[in-house]
């Protein structure tokens, strides 16, 4: 049973739109909230991460929002690029463990 | 360069038979990790590795092992007693236990039938 649940599972969006996925969590034991940017055939690499304490966190055209009290968190991808065409994960840490969503799988059309 | 490379990137094996996988990193960080991923099921924890000589179950360590005889290297085993061992296997590490920023390698894919 996945502890992080994330939709969509994909979309699709035209350039320059932006990307909206959300997570949704239980447990609040949970305290380091990364995301994880996938290319087909590649390892996942960690693109941006937030702690509970901070509702909202930006690193260029990427920001993670925070919603403590309803336990969700989402990650907006502005002025989408296809070169963010890529598999996303949202990610929750506990006990020197990360516990992954499924995943959303965001094709940006030019 | 430093990293973590696993190999092979593709690995066929028949049914019955152990295969091992292999992940070496060159950061001198103290964790590592095993993940498998499937499609539409995101990524899920084998088994990962503090220290040396130390190891713990993930979800999904039926059918697994591993050692941690040495700090880069954390070799993966899927045994005959796994069910459906056709995977992408990636490998991971962290600089500390605490596990917040995952460091992850390019992934072998594994085909038994």
């Known amino acids: 049973q996945q502890q992080v649940k994330q939709s969509p599972q994909s979309l699709i969006v035209q350039k320059g739109g932006i990307s909206i996925i959300n997570c949704a969590y239980e447990?609040?034991?949970?305290?380091?909230f990364p995301w994880y940017q996938q290319f087909p055939g590649k390892g996942p690499a960690l693109l941006i991460a937030?702690?509970?304490?901070?509702s909202e966190k930006k690193e260029g055209r990427f920001t993670i929002s925070f919603n403590k009290s309803a336990k969700q968190f989402s990650l907006h991808i502005m002025d989408s690029q296809p070169g963010d065409s890529a598999t996303y994960f949202c990610a929750a840490r506990n006990d020197y463990k990360l516990s992954f969503g499924a995943g959303t799988t965001v094709t940006v059309r030019a | 360069d430093g990293g973590i490379t696993q190999s092979p990137k593709y690995l066929f094996r028949k049914e019955g038979q152990n295969v091992t996988l292999s992940c070496e990193q060159n950061?001198?960080?103290?964790?590592m990790y095993w993940y498998r991923q499937d499609p539409g099921q995101g990524l899920r924890l084998i088994y990962y590795?503090?220290?040396?000589?130390?190891?713990q179950k993930g979800d999904i360590a039926e059918g697994y092992s591993v050692s941690r005889e040495k700090k880069e290297s954390f070799p993966l085993t899927v045994t005959s007693a796994q069910k459906n061992p056709t995977a992408f296997y990636l490998c991971a590490s962290s600089i500390r236990t605490e596990a917040y920023e995952q460091y992850f390698g390019p992934g072998t894919r594994l085909t038994v039938t």
């Open positions: 950061l001198n960080h103290d964790a």
């Open positions: 447990n609040t034991a949970f305290d380091y």
């Open positions: 590795s503090q220290i040396v000589n130390d190891f």
């Open positions: 937030i702690r509970p304490d901070v």
